[in-house]
C-alpha cells in the first residue's frame, strides 16, 4: 500500500511538471502584457508588469527563457528575456531592432528595410559579425527558425504575392514551397523540422476569403490541409510534441486563444477574460 501512494506521487508530480504552457499577450489589465497559461487553460499566470507595452513572446530553449519586444511609456524600444517564473534573463542584442536566436542560441537572425524591400541576414552574437542571407528585392520577412537550427522559413513576395521560402544554412540554398494565388502568413515548424504548418489566406469559388491552416513538407512540397471551415486563424504555433496548435482567433467579436489536435479536431477555448488575447507561443516543460 505504502509503495503504490508513492508511485501514484510520483506519476501525479510527473505530469504536473511535464504539462507545456503558452506565453501570450493580453490587455485584460490596460496595456499589453506577456502572461503564460497552462495548455488546459489553467494557472494564468502574468510575467511582465511593464508600464509599456509588450509584445511578440518567443520560447528560447537554450535561454530557456521568452524573449520579447517591448515600448516603455516614452516609446523606448528594448528586446528582453524573462523566464516562466517572471525573472528577467540577461540578454545582450547589441542594439538590434530584431533578434530571432537561434535554438542552441548560438545565432540569431534580423531583417533590414529598405525602401519597401525587407532582407534576412543572420548575425553571430559571440563574434558580433552578420551577413545578409535574403538579399532578393522584395518583401522577404517573418523569419522563423527550424527546431534543428538547419533551416529557417520566411515570406516573400518576390513573385508577386506572399509566397512560403525556406533557407537551408549548410547548403546556402534557398527554395520556394508554395505557388498560391493569395497568401501566406503565419508559421511553425514541426518537431522534426521536415513540415512547416502555415496560415493560407485565399477565397473560393463564391469569392468568400477564407484563412485556414496548411502544412507543407520542406523536402518533397506535399501539402496537407488542416482546417476547412470557414473561419480565421491566425499566429499559430505547433506543440513541441507536434501533437497540437494553438493560435489566435477573432470569433464572434472577441479575441482569444484556441487549441486543437494536429488534424485540426477537438477545437477548445483557451482564454476567457473580455480583453485582447493573441501571438501564443509554446513553452516546453524540458
Known amino acids: 500500500m505504502k509503495y503504490t501512494f508513492i508511485a501514484i506521487l510520483f506519476f501525479l508530480s510527473s505530469n504536473l511538471f511535464s504539462q507545456n504552457s503558452i506565453a501570450y499577450i493580453t490587455n485584460q489589465l490596460g496595456n ?3 502572461y503564460i497559461i497552462d495548455e488546459d ?3 494564468q499566470k502574468q510575467l511582465t508588469t511593464n508600464k ?3 509584445w511578440l513572446p518567443k520560447w528560447n530553449k537554450h535561454l530557456q527563457a521568452i524573449i520579447y519586444n517591448s ?3 516614452l516609446k523606448k524600444f528594448s528586446i528582453n528575456a524573462i523566464d516562466r517564473n517572471g525573472i528577467e534573463k540577461n540578454l545582450d542584442t547589441k542594439g538590434m531592432e530584431e533578434f530571432i536566436l537561434s535554438p542552441d542560441g548560438k545565432k540569431a537572425l534580423y531583417t533590414l528595410k529598405d525602401n519597401n524591400n525587407r532582407y534576412i541576414g543572420l548575425f553571430d552574437p559571440e563574434k558580433e559579425t552578420n551577413q545578409l542571407l535574403i538579399i532578393d528585392s522584395s518583401y522577404n520577412g517573418r523569419p522563423d527558425w ?3 537550427g538547419q533551416y529557417f522559413s520566411f515570406i516573400s513576395n518576390r513573385d508577386g504575392n506572399n509566397e512560403l521560402y525556406v533557407f537551408d544554412l549548410n547548403s546556402r540554398n534557398t527554395k520556394r514551397l508554395t505557388d498560391s494565388e493569395k497568401s501566406e502568413k503565419y508559421t511553425s515548424w514541426m518537431p522534426d523540422s521536415k513540415t512547416i504548418v502555415y496560415t ?3 477565397s473560393d469559388e463564391r ?12 523536402r518533397n512540397n506535399k501539402k496537407h490541409q488542416i482546417t476547412n471551415d470557414k473561419k480565421f486563424y491566425q499566429e499559430i504555433d505547433v506543440s513541441p510534441d507536434g501533437k497540437k496548435i494553438v493560435f489566435h482567433a477573432k470569433r464572434n467579436g472577441k479575441h482569444h486563444l484556441y487549441i486543437m489536435d494536429i488534424n485540426g479536431k477537438n477545437e477548445n477555448q483557451l482564454t476567457k477574460a473580455d480583453a485582447y488575447h493573441g501571438e501564443p507561443e509554446w513553452i516546453s516543460s524540458n
Open 32 to 34: 499589453f502584457d506577456i
Open 207 to 218: 469569392d468568400n476569403e477564407h484563412n485556414d491552416i496548411f502544412s507543407i513538407n520542406i
Open 200 to 202: 493560407y489566406h485565399y
Open 52 to 54: 509599456g507595452w509588450d
Open 71 to 73: 515600448n516603455d511609456t
Open 146 to 148: 527550424s527546431p534543428n
Open 41 to 43: 487553460g489553467k494557472n
